[in-house]
């Protein structure tokens, strides 16, 4: 059987691509020198939803090592995933921020804030102190609520500007009609009017 490889993270510097192998394996591809892949992290449990910080230094992503299961919606009885930061590429001063379970991370451009979605849908800030080498977490407070239906927390989709001002969030839709998608192009054309 075929291993099953996703991307996952580009490095802000544009010098490495992280991929992960069958759901548990996150391995570094180095897109100048030798590029040669080297295993970042291997155990049994699954992981996933890598962001680089701005500075490429630290590493958010979501890991189901928990003991817990999810108690809602279709995740339910589903292994808690939570939400950790590991400094880069070393995967060393790993830290969980969520406290509850938490997937889908996603950086405030400046590193300061640190945002994730709960099991039930509520979407999370952290902040975050990086000074050199060391990092330290806040506590984890609500933002607002998700209409993420039926669906796992996990697939919820959004992200958010680089000032943590606005999100932009895929709801799940409540019309059992054909789901259509519309793409806008030559959208800026309106705006030099």
């Known amino acids: 059987m075929a291993a099953r490889i996703k991307p996952e993270a580009w490095s802000p510097d544009g010098r490495f691509v992280l991929y992960r192998r069958d759901e548990v394996v996150l391995l570094n591809l180095p897109t100048q020198s030798d590029r040669k892949p080297k295993v970042v992290s291997d155990s049994p449990f699954m ?10 230094r630290w ?16 995740a339910r009885n589903t292994p808690t995933a939570e939400i950790y930061i590991a400094a880069f590429p070393a995967m060393t001063q790993v830290q969980r921020v969520s406290t509850a379970g938490g997937c889908s991370p996603h950086w405030r ?27 330290e977490t806040g506590t984890p407070r609500p933002l607002f609520q998700l209409a993420i239906g039926d669906t796992s927390y996990c ?5 958010v500007t680089g000032d943590g001002e606005k999100f932009l969030v895929m709801e799940a839709s409540s019309s059992s009609a054909d789901e259509q998608t519309h793409i806008v192009t030559n ?7």
């Open 47 to 56: 992981k996933g939803g890598f962001r680089f910080s701005a500075d490429g």
């Open 187 to 193: 959208w800026d054309v309106a705006l030099r009017r």
């Open 109 to 135: 451009r400046d590193g300061r804030e640190l945002f994730y979605v709960s099991p039930h849908g509520t979407v999370m800030s952290v902040d975050i102190k990086a000074a050199g080498a060391t990092l």
């Open 59 to 74: 590493l958010a992503y979501s890991l189901n090592e928990s003991s817990r299961y999810t108690d809602s919606g279709a």
């Open 155 to 159: 697939a919820a989709r959004y992200d």
